[in-house]
């Protein structure tokens, strides 16, 4: 199983980015996605989670209402579209795929993959 995640980059604060991540040898439908974040010095937080079908998006306080996730089941690629980003926002961003949906604990999920680095300037 690989996902492999990428788009992250240096961006100024305000503006925005798109995360992608493909996975391969996996029966993508079957599973929940979801992404996390890693900022220097912290642990890994939940950023979101989107269902297998799609139909379902979960999202953390800090990021609600400035980013989206979405699936195509077809391209077995998860996204994360990231609007108005803030310094905070600065960390290296993983996908991870689960079989429940919506977790929050990084330790329930079944997969991860190697993240992408996404900056933020002031």
């Known amino acids: 199983v690989q996902l492999q995640a990428s788009g992250g980059g240096l961006v100024q604060a305000g503006g925005s980015l798109r995360l992608s991540c493909a996975a391969s040898?996996?029966?993508?439908?079957?599973?929940?996605m979801g992404w996390f974040r890693q900022a220097p010095g912290k642990e890994r937080a939940f950023v979101g989670a989107?269902?297998?079908?799609?139909?379902?998006?979960w999202f953390a306080d800090s990021v609600k209402g400035r980013f989206t996730i979405s699936r195509d089941n077809a391209k077995n690629t998860v996204y994360l579209q990231m609007n108005s980003l803030k310094p905070e926002d600065t960390a290296v961003y993983y996908c991870?795929?689960?079989?429940?949906?919506?977790?929050?604990?990084?330790?329930?999920?079944?997969?991860w993959g190697q993240g992408t680095l996404v900056t933020v300037s002031s």
């Open positions: 040898e996996l029966t993508f439908s079957s599973y929940n």
């Open positions: 989107i269902s297998r079908s799609g139909g379902s998006t």
């Open positions: 991870a795929a689960g079989l429940v949906p919506g977790l929050t604990d990084p330790s329930r999920y079944n997969y």
